[in-house]
Structures are given as structure tokens and as C-alpha cells.
């Protein structure tokens, strides 16, 4: 077996999507007429909202996006579709622990292994696949043989859309306008700037390259950090927060590409949070009920989820939407949507994590 065999059982992905499905809750009690109708309306709101998004952004691209699709899906569907993008972005990660662990590695360890990761993943993944109202995904395309659209494709998750407009609710027309307006950004915004997927995976490359030459010392800062959390806290072992988890990462090269990984990401959510709420009631009657109730809801999670979300990420995931959507505006004030539409046009545009958060350094570097 070569090191891409040996590399692709290292994550049981089959057995992840599986997983995931198995343990997925159930959505929302819906009769078939029920579901139909939220499908297409899903579909048909989707479609409508890129005109919206085209206003709003002033990007061209908008106006013709044949290259990615749109897909109503379930959340096992969901779950499956994730697997295959994880897929590719885990390739150089896991191509590089074969090439420095090939001594330790047998066929049959891979495989073990791959199938207790595989099991792991599709834990999680059922988890999340109730909490995702939408994602835009660009890397499943680019898997050999895989049959999408080049540029992706847009998931909507029918039964968590339904099921958060019944808690909050809300009108149903309305708040699916509302969560498509976001979606759709993201399918804009990796249309705008072509470049961008390939970038993100050349800096996830560049990030796990450098973790696995180093994940001898890696693991020794891990093992210091928990018992640092476990002393600095009686005993009780707590979720380490980004700056604990950052300390881990002590080669230069590792805290650039996370630094600027975490810029980028929150430029995306920060981007598409505006455009969502740059929306009146001529588009969304209620919007302001929606925001409103919506944004209660995420501060009344219990004390389980609360923890499952930091350990998943979810919580930093929050705070890149309210760190990007500040960025985003304060450009816009200064330099205009045409001004902001900069950042599209090549990687070396993009803003630092820094600059996130000092929108004036930015406006600077461009000359606006």
C-alpha cells in the first residue's frame, strides 16, 4: 500500500457519513405536503435573493453564478456532503502524517484507526447537522470523479430552517428570504474572488505541514496547557479558550497561517451578516421581529451545549461574525462598497487579523 492509500483510510469517511446519519436527531414533524412546500419555497427564495445580494454588494458576479449549484437538503444529506469537503482539505494533513510516521504505520493500524476517526468525525458531524441553517461548500468539487458543479454548491438545511422559524416564530417566508440573503453571500463571495478556495487550502497545507514536523513538541504543549487549565482551575478541567489553544502553536509559521486563517473567516461571516441585515422590510417584512428574537435565542443555549460549542469551535465561529460584520461596516463608512469590493480582487487584498479589527490600518494599506 503507497502513502495516498495509506494516507485516504486514515479517516473512514463512509463510515463518518454513516455515523452521522445514524445519530442525527430527527427534524421537525412535517407531512410530505409540509416538506414539499418548504423545499420549494427554499428553492424559489434562494433564487430570489441574489438580486438582493447583487444591490446590496455591487458585485457582478451575482448576476450569473452557473458554475455552483444550490441544494435543499436533509441533514444526513448535509453530514454527507461534509465528509466528502473535509475530505479534500484533510488530503495534505494526512498525506504528510503518513510521510513522517510511515515507520509506525501498518495497513491494518490505518485502518483501525481510520475506522475509530471515521466513527469520531460522524459524532460530531451529527451534532453540528442540527445546527447549520446553511453553508456554502467549494471544496467537495474538487475530489476526482466527484460530479459537482467546479465552483460548489450552496447547502440549505431544510428541517433546521423550519424547525427555528417555528421556536422563533416567525413568519416562514420571511425568515427563509432572511437565512438565503446570508447563504448566498457566500456563494458571491468565493464567485468574486476565484482565487480564494485555493488560497485557504494552500494555507491549510502551509498550517499542517509545519503542525506535523513539529507534532512531537506539539503534543509535550499540549499535555502543559491541559495541566496548567486543570491547576489554574482546582482540578476541574476547563475548555481552553483561542489564546490557550494559540499558545500551543509556538512555530511562527503556525501562528501566521492560523492568525490569518481566523482574518479570513471572519471577513466571510462579517460580510455576509451585513448583507443580510442591510435589508429593510421592503424585502423582509419582519425583519426586525427576526433579528430580534434570533439573536435572544443564541444567548439562551444550556449549559451543555455552551460547552460543546467551545469545544467545537463554535463559539470563536460567533465571534467572527460580529468581528467581520464591524470591519465590513466601518470600511463601507470610509471607503464606499466599491472601496471594500478591494478586498475581492487578489489574496494580498485580504485583511490581517489585525486589521479586522483595526479597519483603519486597512483602509490605509489600500489607499482609501
Known amino acids: 500500500m503507497d502513502a495516498s492509500q495509506m494516507a485516504s483510510q486514515l479517516i473512514n469517511w463512509d463510515l463518518a457519513a ?53 441544494l435543499v437538503v436533509d441533514r444526513a444529506s448535509w453530514a454527507r456532503a ?31 484507526g481510520g475506522a475509530i476517526t471515521g466513527a469520531q468525525l460522524g459524532a460530531i458531524l451529527a451534532f453540528l447537522s442540527n445546527k447549520v441553517l446553511g453553508q456554502y461548500e467549494p471544496y467537495a468539487a474538487l475530489a476526482p470523479g466527484s460530479g459537482i458543479p467546479p465552483a460548489g454548491r450552496l447547502l440549505l438545511v431544510a428541517p433546521n430552517i423550519v424547525q427555528i422559524e417555528r421556536e422563533l416564530v416567525v413568519d416562514p417566508e420571511d425568515f427563509r428570504m432572511w437565512v438565503c440573503l446570508h447563504e448566498q453571500t457566500h456563494r458571491v463571495q468565493f464567485a468574486a474572488a476565484p482565487w480564494l478556495r485555493d488560497h485557504l487550502l494552500e494555507q491549510i497545507a502551509l498550517l499542517s505541514e509545519s503542525l506535523v514536523a513539529n507534532m512531537d513538541s506539539l503534543m509535550e504543549r499540549a499535555t502543559a496547557v491541559a495541566k496548567s487549565l486543570r491547576d489554574r482551575s482546582g482540578g476541574a478541567v476547563q475548555v481552553p479558550s483561542r489564546g490557550a489553544i494559540i499558545d500551543l502553536l509556538q512555530d511562527p509559521v503556525e501562528k501566521a497561517a492560523i492568525s490569518h486563517i481566523t482574518a479570513v473567516m471572519s471577513l466571510l461571516e462579517g460580510h455576509a451578516s451585513v448583507v443580510m441585515d442591510a435589508v429593510d422590510a421592503s424585502v423582509v ?77 486597512w483602509t490605509a494599506r489600500m489607499g482609501l
Open 285 to 361: 417584512p419582519t425583519v426586525k421581529t427576526i433579528r430580534q428574537r434570533y439573536t435572544a435565542r443564541t444567548q439562551n443555549r444550556g449549559p451543555v451545549e455552551t460547552f460543546l460549542r467551545r469545544v467545537l469551535g463554535l463559539e470563536a465561529k460567533m465571534r467572527q461574525y460580529t468581528d467581520g460584520a464591524k470591519f465590513v461596516t466601518a470600511v463601507v463608512e470610509r471607503a464606499g462598497m466599491a472601496g471594500f469590493n478591494r478586498v475581492w480582487e487578489r489574496a494580498e487584498n485580504l485583511p490581517t487579523e489585525e486589521e479586522i479589527h483595526a479597519p483603519e490600518q
Open 18 to 70: 454513516a455515523t452521522a446519519a445514524r445519530l442525527s436527531p430527527p427534524g421537525p414533524a412535517l407531512s410530505f405536503a409540509e416538506a414539499e412546500e418548504a423545499v420549494a419555497s427554499l428553492r424559489r427564495l434562494a433564487d430570489a435573493s441574489v438580486p438582493h445580494v447583487h444591490r446590496i454588494t455591487e458585485l457582478a458576479v451575482a448576476e450569473d453564478l452557473r458554475d455552483s449549484e444550490v
Open 82 to 112: 461534509n465528509t466528502r469537503g473535509f475530505a479534500v482539505m484533510m488530503d495534505p494533513i494526512l498525506t504528510q502524517l503518513v510521510a513522517k510516521r510511515a515507520s509506525e504505520l501498518t495497513p491494518a493500524a490505518a485502518r483501525v
